[in-house]
């Protein structure tokens, strides 16, 4: 599959989210963590975002690397929400996970190690699987990846899953 | 010998074998060689030995259409060596495909081909100081050991290109070749000279004389057997079109042609290339003391497939600074490499990118004449630089396809060039080109095969306003060569008249 993003959008019409400037001046001396906060913020807004209906804080525990990337599924979300939609589903599925079940960060954690093997992003780039984030192209697993960690950002992180149906690895 | 036109009488008459105008790379590179061959010639060139703000102020153009300053005023110079002047010294022939017409490119494809042109790339690059005309990509013989990943290969759609860089010492013609400008025995130079009008004879069949101007209020007069224009795409046609006394709409214009199919590179920094494997080098740091660039193009394959236009990219060392949150960019980063730490490896390098993509020729795309006058009384040209949605839309295709490359390759990302409001995708790459093709047919080109002016005997046009097709290469090393080739041409005539 080919996600090209900016071909629905009239001519003209740039994918990065409105926010995307204002956002790169508010935090560009800020942290990582007031980024996504405010990230996250942005999707409680938009209604992206269930669990958050369900209360609960992000947790604090995740690296850097981590939350870095949970960012970058926050803008394909806001950019792309159809695509991300079907691309969070696939992660899910690939997780095991039904699609309104809490994302907790081990589970994120897991999914990723598998969704991003080398062999599968080398084929999903071979196969032009891929899709373009602001430009930058991601292997589709690379993306729903992307999107769990966006999801378990904004997850409460609840142990075990508070639907109970899905149990930790 | 180089004289000032202010230093002659008014109404002076100059006359030689060869009249060329422009001293830039095609004039002076066509004047100087003619002058070799002992053919007599007269180099008139509009600016003097240095920048000047009167001189750079004649080529003041009104701007319509895409064409934005940066694209007609801060890319030439008029004064002796031309646009030599601040040229960058990147040397690339155009390849054979280029010269080929291509059936999804309207209008396409050049009346002579690359073998046509062979022996004088070669002599240009001698004139250079180059050791070949094309290098390859090798990188073992480059000295870089085992096939560097960043710039190897990247099969089918994408290749590693190689550029040449014109050594310093002969890069800027106006001092590289001004003493031997100076020192010719049979080359004159006049400089501060601009040619205002150009007079047929009365059959409008010839030129007979060139009438210029000077900055103190001088009228000289030049009087040749063959005339050349060697002043870039945008004064070539100027000049054709205002000498419109005895022809109407102007010279060589019959099927109103001149000045149209205006082609530039859009160019564009494309934004970072995200280095993701630090094993990726070297870069382009190390490869710009090898006195090369080493950068990508699509394949002729990938052209003819996705029916695409020329892209080519050029890492470029200059570091600028991030367009996105970096928080953006390290997402990708730490995807790509698995990271998953508090303390992320060392963070991503980047190298700036830098894209040029061909415009298709297009009639609509077009130096015209304003109703308003220069300080020497020559009507301005309005220049309308026509960027089409399909010249867009191949730029974009083709971005993709090395940003697909880039990722295949596993070492770095790049981001596609994007359709974003306000970003400057028509940017001009100072490589101005067209408004008087050559083609075979009068109806199709201003100039034949060989830059001849169809409907004109001994009017000749040099410089790449001759390109009916621009391709993705850097055009100065073409516009050098076609000019040897023009001057192959003009010696063998200015013989045969001497002799008979």
């Known amino acids: 599959m080919r996600c090209d993003s900016g071909a629905r959008r009239p001519a003209g019409e740039t994918i990065e989210p409105a926010a995307s400037r204002q956002t790169e001046s508010r935090f560009a001396q800020g942290s990582r963590r007031d980024f996504l906060a405010f990230a996250a913020s942005l999707a409680l807004s938009a209604g992206v975002s269930h669990v958050f209906a369900l209360g609960g804080a992000p947790t604090t525990d995740q690296t850097n690397a981590e939350l ?84 378990a950002s904004n997850s409460p992180q609840l142990q075990p899953s508070i639907h109970g149906s899905e149990a930790l690895p | 010998m180089i004289v000032d036109g202010d230093s002659v009488a008014d109404n002076t008459v100059f006359e030689a074998d060869v009249c060329v105008v422009g001293a830039g790379a095609a004039g002076m590179t066509l004047a100087l060689d003619l002058a070799q ?13 240095e920048w000047t703000k009167a001189s750079h102020e004649l080529l003041d153009v009104e701007l ?17 060596g031309g ?6 010294g990147e040397i690339r022939t155009l390849s054979a495909f280029e010269f080929e017409p291509h059936a999804w490119v309207p209008h396409s494809g050049w009346p ?8 004088y790339y070669v ?11 094309d290098r390859p990509f090798d990188p073992a013989a480059l000295g870089f050991g085992e096939s560097p990943r960043l710039v190897r290969p990247m099969e089918p759609d994408i290749e590693a290109q190689l550029w040449g860089r014109v050594p310093p010492e002969r890069l800027r013609f106006g001092q590289s070749r001004r003493e031997e400008t100076r020192n010719s025995a049979t080359l004159r130079c006049v400089l501060n000279t601009t040619v205002a009008v150009i007079h047929p004879e009365p059959t409008r069949q010839r030129i007979v004389s060139m009438e210029a101007r000077t900055f103190g209020g001088k009228t000289l007069h030049f009087r040749a057997k063959d005339f050349a224009l060697c002043t870039g795409a945008i004064e070539n046609a100027r000049l054709l079109l205002a000498s419109d006394a005895a022809v109407p709409r102007g010279l060589g214009n019959e099927h109103d042609l001149v000045g149209r199919y205006f082609m530039d590179h859009g160019a564009i920094d494309i934004g970072p290339l995200l280095i993701t494997d630090a094993a990726a080098g070297p870069f382009q740091e190390e490869l710009i003391a090898e006195n090369n660039l ?30 996105q949150p970096i928080e953006y960019s390290q997402g ?47 009507r301005k040209p309005i220049l309308h630089w026509d960027v089409t949605a399909t010249d867009l839309a191949s730029a974009r295709r083709s971005s993709e396809l090395l940003s697909l490359a880039v990722a295949r390759s596993g070492y770095a990302r790049l981001r596609r060039l994007q359709n974003t409001p306000g970003s400057p995708l028509t940017k001009g790459g100072g490589h101005q080109m067209g408004t008087t093709r050559m083609s075979v047919d009068p109806r199709q080109g201003v100039t034949d095969h060989n830059g001849r002016v169809h409907s004109l005997q001994n009017l000749y046009i040099g410089g790449s306003s001759l390109f009916p097709t621009g391709g993705w290469q850097n055009p100065t090393f073409t516009i050098m060569a076609l000019a040897l080739r023009l001057s192959d041409l003009l010696a063998t005539r200015s013989t045969r008249a001497t002799s008979v």
């Open chain 2, 294 to 323: 080493v950068g990508w193009a699509t394949t002729p394959e990938a052209r003819t497939k996705h029916q695409l236009q020329g892209f080519m990219a050029i890492q470029w060392p200059k570091a600028t600074p991030l367009r």
């Open chain 1, 68 to 151: 870095d990337i949970a960012a970058l599924g926050e803008w394909l979300r806001r950019a792309e929400p159809g695509t991300a939609t079907a691309l969070e589903a696939d992660a899910r599925k690939a997780a095991g996970l039904s699609p309104y079940a809490a994302v907790t960060w081990p589970i994120a954690r897991a999914t990723r190690v598998q969704l991003t093997a080398p062999d599968r992003i080398a084929t999903e780039f071979a196969q032009a699987d891929v899709v373009f984030v602001d430009g930058w192209p991601l292997a589709r697993s690379e993306a729903a990846a992307a999107l769990l960690y966006a999801t």
């Open chain 2, 123 to 133: 002599a240009a690059a001698k004139l250079l100081g180059l050791p070949e005309v």
């Open chain 2, 37 to 49: 061959r002992g053919v007599e010639v007269l180099l008139i060139e509009s600016g003097g030995l």
């Open chain 2, 83 to 88: 646009t030599t002047n601040h040229w960058g």
């Open chain 2, 64 to 80: 319509s259409g895409h064409s934005n300053e940066q694209l007609v005023n801060h890319t030439r110079e008029r004064f002796f």
């Open chain 2, 112 to 119: 002579i081909s690359r073998k046509d042109l062979d022996p």
């Open chain 2, 332 to 378: 990708i980063a730490s995807l790509a490499r698995g990271e998953t730490g508090e303390n992320p490896q060392t963070p991503p390098r980047h190298l700036n990118v830098v894209i040029n993509w061909e415009q298709a020729p297009n009639p609509l795309s077009r130096v015209m004449l304003s109703g308003k006058r220069d300080a020497l009384g020559v």
